[in-house]
């Protein structure tokens, strides 16, 4: 049973720094491309940034500049940080994974879900 468990988010200011979590379980890791969407209160579940099994990485371009995903494969976790945040960052953000090493931004490409970690910015 592939599982993902999310951690690290929370209560910050604007221009605040946060760092996100999510370990995987499951699955080989080394070979599967992660992600990070979010999904604000009355809005869609929107795609963050990718990242590839191999490093590669996209992200969106509203965070681009002030949001860094990274992996660790040895300790079977990917990574959100999230510097500078801002009012509009505010969402439950969740870490996805998917069945191809190649990382995308459709939410539909990812077969496995964690269960999501609340950002909240406001001053």
């Known amino acids: 049973q592939v599982q993902l468990i999310e951690s690290g988010g929370g209560w910050v200011q604007p221009g605040d720094s946060l760092r996100l979590s999510c370990v995987v379980s499951g699955r080989t890791f080394s070979l599967t491309a992660m992600g990070w969407f979010r999904q604000a209160p009355g809005r869609e579940r929107e795609f963050v940034a990718g990242i590839d099994s191999g490093g590669g990485h996209v992200s969106a371009e509203s965070v681009k500049g002030r949001f860094t995903i990274s992996r660790e494969n040895a300790k079977n976790t990917v990574y959100l940080q999230m510097n500078s945040l801002k009012l509009e960052d505010t969402a439950v953000y969740y870490c996805?994974?998917?069945?191809?090493?190649?990382?995308?931004?459709?939410?539909?490409?990812?077969?496995?879900w964690g269960q999501g970690t609340q950002v909240t910015v406001s001053s």
């Open positions: 996805a994974a998917m069945d191809s090493p190649w990382a995308s931004s459709d939410a539909n490409e990812y077969r496995y």
